[in-house]
Nanobody, 123 residues
């Protein structure tokens, strides 16, 4: 059983940056691809970014490509989402998730999910 905990969310002005972290409170990321998703009230959860195990491959949603980057520190079992040039439309609850495969994925076939962290971008 893997338990994921996100941190690093908050309020930032448009154009600013935030770095989200996803760590395990129990278990390890070893062998798991990881993903980042976001959700706003009344909308379906959407894919943001994904990274393979051990981290050689990444993929991003078109809406964040060139602004966001994901990385992982496997020794510490932490995954990061660096968010630059933030826009008000990036406002959402951001979730990290672990997939029981080495391969990155845009779809929701992730087994373990964190509780989410709020990101609010003001205009």
């Amino acid at each position: 059983q893997v338990q994921l905990v996100e941190s690093g969310g908050g309020l930032v002005q448009a154009g600013g940056s935030l770095r989200l972290s996803c760590a395990t409170s129990r278990g390890t990321f070893s062998g798991y691809a990881m993903g980042w998703f976001r959700q706003t009230p009344g909308k379906e959860r959407e894919f943001v970014a994904t990274i393979s195990w051990p981290g050689e491959s990444t993929d991003y949603a078109d809406s964040v490509k060139g602004r966001f980057s994901t990385s992982r520190d496997n020794a510490k079992s932490i995954v990061y989402l660096q968010m630059n040039s933030l826009k008000p439309e990036d406002t959402a609850v951001y979730y990290c998730a672990a997939r029981m495969s080495r391969l990155p994925s845009r779809t929701g076939d992730y087994k373990y999910w964190g509780q989410g962290t709020q990101v609010t971008v003001s205009s």
